[in-house]
């Protein structure tokens, strides 16, 4: 009876041992997929907004191609991009907003180049990369 006993007893501690680390796994996974994805309302606002940024870098590498003053073309979509990383939740936001943040960032070293007459091939080399 006491064998009966201690099996029963041991028998509890493992369950509840296996249910902890359960719910302990459970936790880690779901903590996991919140932040490797980008959030909802944070897609939402990119979606909203890409096609107009699109646009904008497009006529930008345009107007830098024709040699027209792009400042304050950039300085727009530089506020859009701002707006977007004030809206960012998780590291895969950040990284999205980055995309756009590094091609206004070509964009103005390619304007920089142009407008310090540098070689059109450096400036259009610059502009492909966009």
């Known amino acids: 009876a006491i064998i009966a006993i ?6 509890i501690f493992a ?4 249910i902890d680390h359960k719910k302990e ?3 880690k996974q779901h903590t996991y997929n919140a932040t490797n994805d980008v959030s909802k309302n944070y897609q939402q606002e990119v ?3 890409s096609d107009n940024i699109k646009k ?3 006529d930008a590498k345009n ?5 027209i003053d792009t400042e304050s073309r950039l300085r727009q979509i530089q506020s859009q991009i ?13 990284k999205l907003t980055q995309f756009y943040q590094d091609q206004v960032n070509k964009l103005k070293e390619a304007n920089n180049a142009q407008q310090n ?3 059109e091939n450096k400036v259009n080399a610059l502009l492909d990369d966009v």
């Open 15 to 18: 369950t509840k041992s296996y």
């Open 82 to 94: 701002d707006k977007l990383k004030n809206n960012e939740i998780t590291k895969e936001d950040s």
């Open 6 to 11: 201690l099996l029963l007893i041991i028998g």
């Open 117 to 119: 007459n540098a070689n």
């Open 47 to 49: 979606q909203n907004q």
């Open 25 to 27: 796994s459970d936790n």
């Open 63 to 67: 107007d830098i191609k024709d040699k």
């Open 56 to 58: 904008q870098v497009e």
